[in-house]
């Protein structure tokens, strides 16, 4: 079955440590996305991707950074420069990123301790 | 500029009628979106209608979109417990580079 799989599904961090958090999707999508959750906030873009070698900044790339060596993997570094990182963090992908219809990965819970 | 408005919270009895709200801020909007969330997990869609409709209707669930007052509701009939979510408005534009942009979610709570 095609989709999209995000892990670890609950991570533990302590503060100064970088983590990074796995997406991968089969849909064989060209755009991917990173976007963080937190309550009453809804979705907030972190980075995007259209292309394999080539990302976007999103609306809070701060203290954040990405890759896209590979089509179907856009790994997420939270670094120890992100404030704030205890959140809920989801992966999406589309065909393009002209519109159309995002697919969602389950999620992954980071916390600080 | 971007801005994405829902109500946080609405709560009914089983077999009610449920009606999401949400207001959007860009005229240029070229698809606008209903995405439900389950708890612990990634979104999911619902149902989209494109700018130049006024309605759309899927089994149970009723989008309505008045573009005059940038007004976009999603009614859903003879809600059930399964329908508990949080449920996102999201909008799509060019003058966002055709990126989505979500409002905060209204969690619906279905009474038994």
């Known amino acids: 079955d095609g989709g999209i799989t995000q892990s670890p599904k609950y991570l533990f961090r302590k503060e100064g440590q970088n983590v990074t958090l796995s997406c991968e999707q089969n849909l064989n999508h060209d755009a991917m996305y990173w976007y963080r959750q937190d309550p009453g906030q809804g979705l907030r873009l972190i980075y995007y991707s259209q292309i394999v070698n080539d ?3 999103g609306d809070i790339a701060e203290g954040y950074s990405v890759s896209r ?14 404030k704030n990182p205890t959140a809920f963090y989801l992966c999406a992908s589309s065909r393009g990123l002209a519109g159309g219809e995002l697919f969602f990965g389950e999620g992954s819970r980071l916390t600080v301790l | 500029g971007e801005d994405v408005e829902q109500s946080l919270f609405l709560s009914v009895r089983e077999g009610d009628s449920s009606v999401i709200n949400c207001t959007y801020t860009d005229s240029s909007s070229t698809y606008l979106y209903w995405y439900k969330q389950e708890p612990g997990a990634g979104l999911q869609l619902l149902t989209y209608i494109f700018s130049n409709m ?18 976009l509701s999603l009614r859903i009939a003879d809600t059930q417990t399964g329908d508990s979510a949080i449920y ?25």
């Open chain 1, 55 to 57: 990302f976007q900044k």
């Open chain 1, 69 to 82: 060596e590979k089509k179907e993997s856009f790994p997420l570094t939270v670094t120890s420069a992100q």
């Open chain 2, 54 to 71: 006024d309605m759309k209707q899927d089994q149970r669930l009723t989008v309505l979109l008045n573009k005059k007052d940038k007004h």
């Open chain 2, 88 to 112: 996102f408005c999201a909008e799509t534009s060019p003058e966002y580079g055709n990126k989505l942009v979500f409002g905060a979610g209204t969690i619906l709570r279905v009474k038994s």
